[in-house]
């Protein structure tokens, strides 16, 4: 029962993480994460003068464009710029930079199943490349309910069309809860219990949405470890890291 | 700080409305302190929701829905179709949403609204869904079908929001069921080059070689009925069904999805943190 899935891997773990900043030279912050053999590559340009006609100018707005790696855009590009969108939101300063835009390109290199969640690592990676002010880090997970009912997470992109349903979570990421000092019992849960968001696709009973949260949750902390190192050893140089 | 309860005359009910602009999360929170929101509701509520099928007397199946002031449109037509290689037994569904500038100002003509293409895929994972292992979707594409490898259905699901004030998604996915349920499948007859012509009203005797290929005018069966809830969190407070006014000062928004077995269709929530176990919401 162990060894269920097509490349050998187990039930909880994830495939090779890779992360790489400053791929780009033109661009204020750049990074390129791949899970396994899928590839995004985030760049960010800004912070830009002035905002678009319908936000709000007394925050900063942030802008979101995806490019697919083939084909014209269409409607589910857009969607996964608004989730984008939104997410990043809710991650950055907003307030220290009123009236300016920021803009953050994602381009898809290659997609091998769970492509949001490495869309929004890739685009965490390159926010902090280019020093955008962050209230904290977000990292994302796909998990997916496989036919005996239990929780299989980062899929390939066959398991992720054969399953049943999935969902993509995007976990809050704070420096307290990497370092535990002291209680994080601010309110009544810990701030890193809190989801950011969440997008399912197909049919699944509660329970095992819930299951897919804590699994998810508990990954998130690998995760997390992984971006922080790959952040603290490309400070000076140039050289790629892998994860 | 202004007054907030205006009691009549005409000087402090213009306060109350400038404050209300100013401070539009003020105004909201301090409705919130006594639980409750600006046009009366109690958190937990949602507005009133009205549903009129048959609205469109032209279009094979059509439904209007509206929850509070928000109002959509769909329609259902079917076309015939020869399917495609792969599936040879299964119909095909479009779905459209179109958000015309009547809906909403900030919606101008040469200026989409961004939430547009978002609530038209949402709508159409939440109602095809097709997977292949096993079948999880509100219709059975195999029901669309009326001549193996020949004829199928295509249905053409076309959703107009016509005023736009929040629960937008709630909104379509109610009118759009409503219209499947509404559907009735037009008569169809084979004419003399082979191909399927669709007859309107009863069959008549006609030319030689003609007969209805499906006898009766039947209905489409849905699986599992799928419906929504939006609500937007704000601090510790969850909001049913917001109005667009109070979707756009809060952030945060969470659309849940159930089906008529209570399995979780969709849990989409875009935006800020929130505190785990919202099964308070469902």
Same mark, same amino acid.
């Given at each position: 029962?162990?060894? %269920?899935?097509? %490349? ?42 002035? &905002? ?34 939104? &997410? ?6 907003? @307030? ?14 290659? %997609? ?41 997470? %980062? ?41 950011? @968001?969440?997008? &399912? ?39 790629? &890291?892998?994860? | ?47 009133? *929701? ?5 609205? =469109? ?12 002031? *928000? ?14 290689? !792969? ?6 569904? +479009? ?38 292992? *096993? ?28 005023? /736009?004030?929040? +629960? ?7 009118? /759009? ?24 009203? !009863? ?7 003609? !007969?209805? =290929?499906?006898? !009766? ?14 609500? *937007? ?10 109005? +667009? ?38």
């Amino acid at each position: 029962m162990e060894v %269920d899935r097509a %490349d050998g891997r187990t039930r909880n773990q994830l495939r090779p993480l890779a992360c790489t900043r400053c791929t780009l030279n033109r661009a204020h912050g750049s990074a390129t994460w791949s899970q396994g053999e899928t590839k995004v590559l985030a760049a960010v340009f800004g912070p830009k003068a002035g &905002t678009k006609k319908n936000e709000n100018p007394e925050k900063a707005c942030i802008e979101v464009i995806w490019k697919p790696k083939t084909g014209q855009i269409g409607k589910p590009e857009k969607e996964y710029e608004m989730i984008l969108k939104r &997410t990043l939101q809710s991650i950055c300063l907003l @307030t220290v930079n009123p009236n300016t835009t920021t803009s953050i390109i994602v381009q898809v290199v290659n %997609d091998d199943g769970a492509l949001l969640p490495c869309a929004i690592n890739a685009a965490c990676a390159a926010l902090v490349d280019a020093g955008i002010p962050l209230k904290h880090l977000a990292v994302a997970i796909c998990c997916c309910l496989a036919d005996g009912g239990y929780v299989i997470l %980062d899929p390939c992109k066959l398991e992720e069309q054969r399953t049943k349903a999935f969902a993509y979570l995007v976990f809050p990421n704070l420096l307290a809860s990497v370092h535990r000092k002291g209680s994080l019992q601010v309110e009544v849960e810990p701030v890193e219990h809190g989801i950011i @968001t969440s997008v &399912t696709r197909g049919v699944m009973p509660v329970e095992d949405y819930l299951r897919c949260l804590e699994r998810g949750r508990a990954v998130s902390a690998k995760l997390s470890e992984f971006l922080r190192r790959s952040m603290q050893l490309q400070a000076p140089s140039d050289s790629p &890291t892998a994860g | 700080m202004s007054p907030m309860n205006g009691s009549g005359d005409l000087s402090s009910e213009m306060e109350v409305d400038a404050f209300r602009h100013l401070f539009p999360l003020r105004f909201h929170e301090r409705h919130l302190l006594e639980s409750i929101r600006p046009d009366g509701r109690p958190l937990g509520r949602a507005r009133d *929701t009205t549903l009129a099928l048959g609205a =469109v007397a032209s279009a094979d199946g059509s439904a209007l829905a509206k929850i509070g002031c *928000t109002t959509m449109l769909a329609a259902i037509k079917m076309e015939v179709m020869t399917p495609t290689v !792969e599936s040879p037994d299964e119909g095909c569904i +479009a779905v459209e949403f179109h958000m015309p500038p009547i809906c909403s100002p900030i919606v101008r003509p040469g200026r989409p609204a961004e939430v547009a293409p978002v609530v038209s895929k949402q709508l159409s994972d939440t109602i095809l869904r097709q997977v292949v292992v *096993t079948f999880s979707g509100m219709i059975d594409l195999k029901d669309l079908s009326l001549v193996s490898g020949k004829a199928a259905w295509m249905a053409y699901l076309d959703i107009y929001c016509l005023d /736009a004030d929040g +629960a937008l998604f709630d909104t379509a996915l109610l009118s /759009a069921v409503a219209a499947f349920c509404h559907l009735k499948f037009p008569m169809v007859s084979l004419n003399d080059d082979g191909r399927l012509v669709v007859v309107s009203g !009863e069959s008549k005797g006609g030319k030689s070689g003609k !007969e209805a =290929v499906n006898k !009766e005018q039947r209905k489409l069966n849905l699986i599992s009925i799928p419906f929504s809830l939006t609500c *937007t969190l704000h601090k510790n407070y969850i909001l049913a069904d917001p109005t +667009a006014e109070e979707e756009s000062i809060m952030e945060t928004l969470v659309t849940v999805v159930l089906d008529s077995s209570l399995r979780l269709v969709s849990f989409y929530k875009p935006g800020g943190p929130v505190l785990a176990f919202t099964s308070a919401v469902m």
